[in-house]
């Protein structure tokens, strides 16, 4: 499988991962917890996952036309969405601890979460590993 394919597999997944993890969190407890949080198939929900998938697709499309450059932007993309599910993942069980709502309400957040950042950390090997296969080189002489 070719660089560029394994880049856009895991560029979906973790775009599914994404969207499942907010919908998710509209289905948990944490939808209560104050008036910007998104309810399940509200329009916050819905503009939420959509924004997400602008900003999946845009870049992936313009990857798939050639523009390898854009594997750098998506890298920038790919270490904020680390950095969203990493501090989301560390946010649900502080306040799955410090309130009156049991783990097991937020277990599927805190999992989507620290799925969606392994297959980002993933994506960085998949996207910038040196290829391990050498130029054959032949001396005729």
């Known amino acids: ?22 919908a998710a969190a509209s289905l948990s407890p944490l939808a209560d917890t104050g008036s910007s949080a998104n309810q399940f198939n509200s329009i916050g929900m819905w503009s939420a996952i959509g924004m997400i998938l602008v900003f999946y697709l845009i870049p992936i499309l313009i990857y798939m036309l050639g523009v390898d450059a854009m594997k750098f932007v998506m890298a920038a ?19 799955s601890i ?5 783990l097991s ?20 090997f998949a996207a910038f590993r040196s290829s391990s296969k050498k130029p054959v080189t032949r001396d005729f002489t």
């Open 1 to 22: 499988m070719s660089r560029k394919n394994r880049v856009v597999i895991l560029t979906v997944i973790s775009a599914f991962l994404f969207c499942a993890m907010i």
């Open 77 to 95: 993309l790919c270490g904020m969405g680390l950095l969203i599910h990493l501090s989301t993942a560390a946010i649900v069980l502080m306040v």
């Open 98 to 102: 410090f309130s009156d709502h049991p």
């Open 105 to 124: 309400d937020v277990i599927t957040v805190t999992v989507l979460c620290l799925a969606s950042a392994a297959v980002n950390i993933i994506w960085f």
